[in-house]
């Protein structure tokens, strides 16, 4: 059974850090694309950050850009997302989804919710003081 499994999630200050993890089962991260979103209370899910599974190019929403990190380590089948200098705008649930990918589409990275077909249960993160 493919599964992604989140962690790391939690209550922070305002400027704190968190480092979340998604954990895959069931498949090998190595051939998938991945991506971290988030949806706020009364808000559309948003890209956060995405990873191609060749090269590690990446992408980032212009609200995170400078803050997160996105990485995958594929021997742990594990994808992280570092959060520095969080605000309370970045509460949120935070999902880590992922793509199987052609050889040809290695170098690819995919922003669009409706690009992935496997998602995790998602980690609620909160940013206050």
């Known amino acids: 059974q493919f599964q992604l499994v989140e962690s790391g999630g939690g209550l922070v200050q305002p400027g704190g850090s968190l480092r979340l993890s998604c954990a895959a089962s069931?498949?090998?991260?190595?051939?998938?694309?991945v991506g971290w979103f988030r949806q706020a209370p009364g808000k559309e899910r948003e890209g956060v950050s995405s990873m191609s599974r060749h090269d590690s190019r990446q992408s980032y929403a212009d609200s995170v850009k400078g803050r997160f990190t996105i990485s995958r380590n594929n021997a742990k089948n594990t994808v992280y997302l570092q959060m520095n200098s969080l605000t309370p705008e970045d509460t949120a649930v935070y999902y880590c989804a992922a793509r199987r990918t052609t050889y040809e589409e290695r170098t690819y990275y995919y922003t669009d919710p409706q690009d992935y077909d496997t998602w995790g249960q998602g980690t609620q993160v909160t940013v206050s003081s």
């Open positions: 069931g498949f090998s991260l190595d051939v998938y694309a």
